[in-house]
């Protein structure tokens, strides 16, 4: 199934940009 791996991408991207802010 493709819907998982969106959920992941999307999931992976969000922690990427929490990340980003919390370091900025």
């Not at 493709?2 to 900025?24: F, G, K, M, P």
Request: glycine share 0%.
């Amino acid at each position: 199934m493709r819907s998982r791996q969106a959920i992941y991408s999307r999931a992976v991207c969000q922690i990427i940009v929490n990340s980003s802010q919390t370091n900025l």
